[in-house]
């Protein structure tokens, strides 16, 4: 459900801003994923992964995702 809200519901409004999103792996409620595109350069990056991405998972799969952004 993680990944089809990513694809269906993240992902678009990412891409039209030139950026892309990559889930890397999940373990549980903990979502690790990195930015690409524009977003892997961008300075706000941190706030659309907790702003954004978090939050629209939280709201749309589970209240206890947690988003974090693979090493670099």
Do not use: W, Y
Not at 16 to 45: F, L, P, Q, W, Y
Request: with cysteine; hydrophobic share 40%.
């Amino acid at each position: 459900m993680i990944e089809e809200t990513i694809d269906k519901e993240i992902r678009p409004s990412l891409k039209h801003d030139g950026g892309d999103i990559e889930i890397i792996d999940i373990v549980g409620n903990r979502v690790m994923v990195a930015m690409r595109g524009a977003c892997a350069t961008c300075r706000a990056s941190d706030i659309t992964l907790k702003d954004f991405v978090q939050h629209r998972l939280r709201e749309l799969v589970s209240p206890d995702i947690t988003v974090e952004e693979a090493s670099k």
